[in-house]
């Protein structure tokens, strides 16, 4: 160590909060002090000329750097989206990954801080204090374009929705953060923090829809406020028509963000009447209906199912938007869970919205943060196989399945030099003799595109089957857009490796 005299001329004047000079010297318990100190108090301080106290004005802090904002002329080949950052774990890893890849966007989708308070202050200063880190501070200076929308810890508070106190206030930090700028509607026009850009020239373009599922939603169970039955709403009535808005414009792809899920289906291990949408159960139960949904059972956790009549208003619209010409190809994006996962729903036929249409989901949950136990979820990307490991693989194994007496989440090699499933199984979920097949492998042709990746490490990825993340510590999703072959590659991807895609046609 050295050390070295200090010329008390040298030292830059100090002054108080108020604005008054400190003296050059404090002399305190004996000791002679250049400036301001902190001893015996909470912060810095220092005598004043006068001979009395006050405390120091704190140092400048440099300014933060700013999130870069999207350019809609830009050509879109590949979105990056994430979501609940926090600065423990494998984040950092993580982040470096991604920054690395450099994508053309990045979507973030909610929780982009857990402030959970009224205190708008504790809000801000949190804000902030993500600015701060350092490994955050690296993807700012990695100049990736953002957009985003909240959930419910950034909006305020754990599950809420329209009777948070403070989603006006909000608001504004939730803008101030992400560097929107001063002219924007939603700083003093626009209830709501819903957005959308459209990206690239005809022939190639990316519609990016920000849904704001919070500022507006009804209460989904009465300890967040009155239930209100069938008029249980998620974006409310003025987002809803912004919304429909959106889908009538033509593109190629249409991305759509939300901070909670919105493919799987209704958790149905509650009793239903305990969702406030339930009402008299009619309405409810017959949205289920409509999208054929009755036998399945989703995430028990917070998704759009919880209010069925909006989901399907959701789903249906989409499907009319598609029908209509306005999109070949639509991709929700959420975060929220804690978890990744790549979802597929077949919206049924219907008189009025048209044709049977296939859209996707890629989740992708969190910074520094998992959930490592068993996830139902009927409505992942299937996996496919083919027949007694031979010929194309056009048959949907059945998970969970039942072998030799021991159940089965995923494709196993048990008795068989390659993965395999079963295609079928008995009411009791014992694989049907016969009805089996190898699963498809990297690279593969399935019904609706190829196989992209399946990690080798998968056994220690998931807890359930392979187009489920949920052990790897941090995971992010990536939408990777092949203009030329017209095919996107949906993944989740972790600190180290692209942990499980796919390629659909558009």
């Not at 774990?89 to 801080?113: A, H």
């Not at 209100?228 to 889908?247: A, F, H, M, P, V």
């Not at 958790?267 to 017959?286: K, L």
């Not at 998992?370 to 992942?380: C, E, I, Q």
Request: aromatic content about 10%; proline content about 5%.
């Amino acid at each position: 160590k050295t050390w070295a005299n200090i010329k008390p001329e040298t030292i830059p004047a100090q002054k108080t909060v108020n604005g008054e000079n400190c003296k050059t010297i404090t002399e305190y318990l004996g000791e002679k002090i250049y400036g301001c100190t902190s001893k015996n108090h909470s912060q810095a301080w220092c005598y004043k000329n006068d001979g009395s106290w006050d405390d120091c004005q704190p140092p400048e802090q440099p300014p933060q750097l700013n999130h870069t904002l999207p350019v809609e002329s830009q050509s879109i080949q590949q979105i990056a989206l994430g979501s609940c950052f926090k600065t423990q774990g494998n984040m950092p890893q993580t982040m470096s990954r991604l920054i690395s890849q450099s994508p053309d966007l990045f979507l973030w989708l909610g929780d982009n801080i857990y402030a959970d308070t009224t205190n708008m202050s504790v809000m801000r200063q949190k804000y902030d204090n993500k600015k701060s880190n350092a490994d955050y501070q690296k993807f700012l200076q990695a100049k990736i374009p953002v957009m985003a929308t909240w959930d419910d810890h950034d909006f305020g508070r754990n599950n809420d929705g329209k009777h948070y106190a403070k989603r006006a206030e909000s608001q504004q930090e939730f803008l101030r953060h992400f560097d929107t700028p001063q002219g924007d509607p939603r700083y003093t026009t626009q209830d709501g923090i819903y957005s959308s850009k459209m990206f690239g020239n005809e022939g190639q373009r990316v519609h990016v829809i920000m849904l704001d599922a919070r500022y507006f939603r009804s209460p989904t169970f009465s300890s967040y406020g009155s239930c209100e039955g069938n008029s249980s709403t998620i974006l409310g009535d003025k987002q809803w028509l912004w919304l429909q808005n959106e889908l009538n414009k033509t593109s190629e792809i249409k991305v759509i963000a939300s901070g909670i899920q919105v493919l799987p289906p209704l958790h149905q291990g509650r009793n239903v009447t305990s969702y406030c949408a339930y009402g008299d159960g009619q309405a409810f139960n017959q949205a289920i209906s409509n999208l054929n949904e009755e036998n399945m059972s989703g995430t028990n956790y917070e998704s759009w199912a919880e209010i069925p009549l909006q989901r399907e208003k959701l789903l249906r619209m989409v499907q009319r938007s598609v029908n209509q010409g306005h999109a070949k190809k639509v991709v929700f994006a959420s975060g929220d869970q804690h978890w990744g996962e790549l979802l597929q729903k077949n919206i049924p036929v219907s008189a009025a919205d048209g044709a049977a249409v296939t859209v996707y989901e890629v989740t992708a949950s969190g910074f520094g943060q998992n959930w490592p136990y068993s996830v139902p979820n009927p409505l992942r990307l299937p996996v496919w196989a083919n027949e007694q490991g031979t010929g194309p693989f056009l048959r949907q194994c059945q998970f969970p399945f039942k072998y030799a007496g021991v159940e089965y989440k995923q494709c196993i090699t048990r008795d068989n030099s390659k993965p395999w499933c079963y295609t079928e199984v008995d009411t009791n979920g014992h694989g049907v003799e016969g009805q089996w097949g190898n699963c498809a492998s990297d690279g593969e042709t399935i019904p609706t595109g190829k196989v992209g990746v399946v990690s080798s490490n998968m056994s220690t990825l998931t807890t359930d089957d392979r187009h489920l993340i949920n052990r790897s510590g941090s995971n992010y999703g990536m939408l990777d857009i092949d203009w030329q072959n017209k095919t996107i590659r949906l993944s989740i991807q972790t600190a180290t490796e692209e942990a499980v895609s796919t390629e659909i046609n558009f």
